[in-house]
């Protein structure tokens, strides 16, 4: 486990998508804007993601830029206190046990 665990005390799910040596969290925004779209019942969405338009599968579970659709990464859904590296693209030294104040 390379980040810290979560208090999670009900079901709560999170959208992952498989990067370098294994997944990581999609950022609050993005992971609130997949979830609204899956739960919906849409095949595919699009998105800015750090500033590119991503298209999201969600028959096929993966994420591409929508200009080079032939990168494509694993998305998953799962429960958000399931291991992970990071937050999109935060490495794990810059995660603390303190949850972060809005």
């Known amino acids: 486990n390379d980040t810290p665990p979560l208090e999670v005390t009900e079901a709560v799910w ?11 969290r999609f950022e609050a925004r993005n992971n609130e804007e997949l979830e609204e779209n899956y739960m919906q019942g849409k095949q595919s969405m699009t998105t800015i993601i750090c500033g590119n338009l991503y298209t999201i599968d969600f028959v096929t579970m993966e994420q591409f830029q929508t200009s080079r659709p032939n990168k494509k990464r694993k998305i998953k859904r799962d429960l958000k206190s399931s291991d992970c590296k ?4 935060l490495v794990k030294r810059s995660w603390n046990r303190e949850t972060p104040t809005l």
Request: proline share 0%; charged share 5%; hydrophobic share 40%.
């Open 14 to 24: 999170q959208w992952f998508y498989k990067g370098n040596n294994g997944w990581w």
């Open 86 to 89: 990071g937050v999109a693209g």
